[in-house]
């Protein structure tokens, strides 16, 4: 069954301190993978995206992923994180049909 | 560019009445569009998928009676909740997608208080 799990519910960093949130997945066919960025009360905001390739991705606002395949993971990082950072933040897995997975979320605080 | 818009952003209605929410592709023809709703602090859930000009696809659990879904072009999908009541207070998301490159588009939201 398809599935992302994001194993930290909620994370508290420092503010310039480096940050990485875990997601793995459960997907039958070659996954397209997503993670995306959601500020209190608005819409989902795309910070980047796997589709093939380089397996090293680098999205908006300083982010990028790494899609280890033998792991089934795609884990964002960012190397020093701003207040403005602060959010809740879906991966996402999907393929070439219809359905889009979400995980459950990570919500990040940054102290300062 | 691809831009999803949706209307309203906030809306308060009393329960038994219905309410409509618009979802727009600014920019794009979204051959799919796609309904989600999320519980605070929780994750999206997807409540239904609509294809322009066919019947919309809903997912298991979610009454297609109540929250009936209108994809009557490339640009447009409804989502009317009728008969509101309180437990379907929420935050509706609809999304947005072309056949390629397979992502998909999301709207600001829509806060739905019944009360």
């Known amino acids: 069954a398809q599935s992302v799990t994001q194993p930290d519910i909620h994370i508290t960093v420092s503010e310039g301190a480096s940050l990485e949130l875990r997601c793995n997945y459960s997907y039958g066919a070659t996954p397209y993978l997503f993670w995306y960025v959601q500020s209190p009360g608005q819409g989902l905001q795309l910070l980047l995206k796997y589709f093939s390739g380089d397996t090293l991705v680098q999205g908006i606002k300083g982010f990028e992923a790494e899609f280890k395949r033998s792991q089934s993971s795609f884990n964002l990082r960012k190397p020093s994180v701003h207040w403005s950072d602060a959010a809740e933040y879906f991966c996402a897995v999907g393929g070439t049909g219809n359905q889009f997975y979400f995980g459950t979320g990570t919500s990040l605080t940054v102290i300062p | 560019g691809a831009v999803v818009s949706q209307h309203p952003s906030w809306v308060i209605c009393k329960s038994g009445t219905s309410v409509k929410i618009e979802c727009r592709s600014l920019d794009f023809q979204a051959t799919t569009m796609f309904w989600y709703r999320q519980f605070p602090k929780q994750s999206l859930m997807l409540m239904a998928t609509?294809?322009?000009?066919?019947?919309?696809?809903?997912e298991q659990g979610v009454e297609k009676d109540k929250f009936l879904i209108n994809h009557a072009s490339l640009t447009l999908s409804t989502l009317t909740v009728t008969s509101a009541h309180p437990e379907d207070s929420s935050f509706y998301i609809c999304?947005?997608?072309?056949?390629?490159?397979?992502?998909?588009?999301f709207g600001p939201g829509t806060r739905l208080t019944v009360t």
């Open positions: 999304s947005a997608r072309t056949l390629a490159p397979y992502e998909q588009y």
């Open positions: 609509s294809n322009e000009g066919s019947k919309a696809t809903y």
